[in-house]
């Protein structure tokens, strides 16, 4: 075999990729030829150079971390585009509103429900007069005691008709999916409904509403909540709730 | 509920297993595409893409050696980049011819080469190769995968791997001669 052929072959024998056949001819020409064993071993020398760790080109420091967080939003769903991120400020912000805006919604629609009961309440109340009052009495004590043992709560009964506001009676309703107190007054033939629960937080202040027609006051004192209607004017409405208050 | 739970549970399980399993390669892959590209910012963002692809295909992966796959992707992330750029790179001629490499002309003494190689100059050699020339230098003799790897890789035959190898080393020996006669 020429030498030019057995120089082909020492890359191959030196990377380990040669037949055994052709490897043990190779390695009886080393030592005879000094052109080749020359070849060799500059060819080792090459390689052994090559091997060197600072050859290699390293990568900065912030690539690994950047890599991981292209694939931390590749994983959860997003896009690959680095636009993307500059979305997520924007998005939080309408998950944000999309939930406040639920909670006022939520809140509105929990009190407005209420309101709906109420006058759905006081019209039924006023068809016929039986299902007006359970207990007709201008008498606190005789109204107040009447609920005792029907309520798990002991509604304040009072009557004003030295106001101008006389009590005519009580009678058990179930209104925000339980029983309530339901006070009757009457002034200038307006009957006037004042429901009372027992609150499930502190005293707010008296907020005013007209529900299909009925002006309707809600508000909450000492532990108790409370909901007049009626469709006397708001102004004397207001007169009654005043009287409650004290 | 249930749909939520796999939905979140799945892809951290499959990122920690692709991370587990790949991550690790993030200097063979910088290295690889370096070389390739010949500019750092490219190859960082090669490098990115080719996360990016190799977690999206990770599910076809199924088993083999993990550095070969990933490289694979990342010199085809290389050459659509270099396409895209029109790269002269890839215009350069390849003679692939498996003629022998002549090494009479630094097989003298002089040419220092049984000495020990300067490496700024080695690697500046080593970039003034042809791509062809220069990925299968990078692949055998820094990643050291075997001729089948590179020949898989790089879709070649093994008698090419082995040729352009071969050539690519002498065009290193030469190189360097005549840089090392330039400096005396």
């Known amino acids: 075999m020429k030498c030019e052929e057995f120089q082909s072959q020492i890359h191959a024998y030196s990377d380990g990729e040669l037949d055994l056949t052709k490897s043990l001819e190779l390695e009886q020409h080393l030592p005879e030829c000094a052109v080749c064993s020359r070849a060799y071993a500059d060819l080792k020398t090459l390689r052994k150079a090559l091997r060197s760790d600072s050859l290699r080109f390293e990568p900065n420091a912030n690539l690994e971390a950047r890599v991981k967080s292209a694939l931390r939003r590749e994983a959860h769903g997003g896009g690959t585009s680095l636009g993307w991120r500059w979305l997520i400020p924007l998005f939080s912000a309408a998950v944000l509103l999309i939930i406040f805006s639920g909670f006022l919604l939520t809140r509105s629609s929990g009190d407005d429900l209420v309101a709906r009961e109420i006058v759905s309440s006081h019209v039924r109340s006023l068809m016929t007069p039986d299902h007006l009052i359970d207990v007709p009495s201008e008498d606190p004590h005789t109204v107040k005691p009447w609920f005792d043992g029907k309520l798990d709560f002991s509604p304040p009964v009072r009557d004003f008709t030295a106001q101008g506001f006389a009590l005519i009676g009580g009678r058990l309703d179930y209104i925000a999916n339980r029983p309530v107190a339901a006070l009757i007054y009457e002034r200038r033939k307006h009957q006037i409904n004042v429901f009372i629960w027992p609150a499930a937080s502190g005293d707010t202040r008296a907020a005013a509403q007209v529900q299909q027609g009925y002006n309707v006051i809600h508000w909450t004192k000492s532990g108790m909540t409370y909901w007049a209607i009626s469709d006397l004017n708001l102004a004397e409405l207001q007169q009654l709730q005043g009287e409650l208050d004290k | ?184």
């Open chain 2, 1 to 184: 509920m249930v749909f939520t739970k796999r939905s979140q549970s799945e892809p951290k399980n499959k990122l920690a297993s692709f991370e587990a399993a790949i991550l690790p390669h993030l200097n063979s892959a910088y290295n690889y595409a370096r070389f390739l590209l010949q500019n750092e910012n490219d190859a960082e963002d090669v490098v990115q893409e080719s996360y990016l692809r190799a977690f999206k295909y990770f599910q076809g992966y199924h088993g083999g050696d993990s550095r070969s796959w990933l490289l694979t992707i990342v010199r085809n992330t290389s050459y659509n980049l270099l396409q895209q750029n029109r790269s002269r790179q890839l215009v350069d001629s390849i003679d692939d011819s498996t003629e022998v490499p002549d090494t009479s002309e630094y097989s003298n003494p002089e040419t220092v080469l049984r000495q020990r190689i300067d490496e700024d100059l080695l690697k500046q050699a080593i970039e003034e190769l042809p791509i062809t020339f220069r990925e299968v230098l990078i692949l055998r003799e820094m990643e050291e995968l075997s001729y089948k790897e590179i020949g898989t890789l790089c879709d070649l035959p093994l008698g090419t791997v082995m040729s352009r190898l071969a050539r690519a080393r002498a065009r290193l020996q030469v190189k360097l001669a005549g840089k090392i006669n330039q400096e005396i």
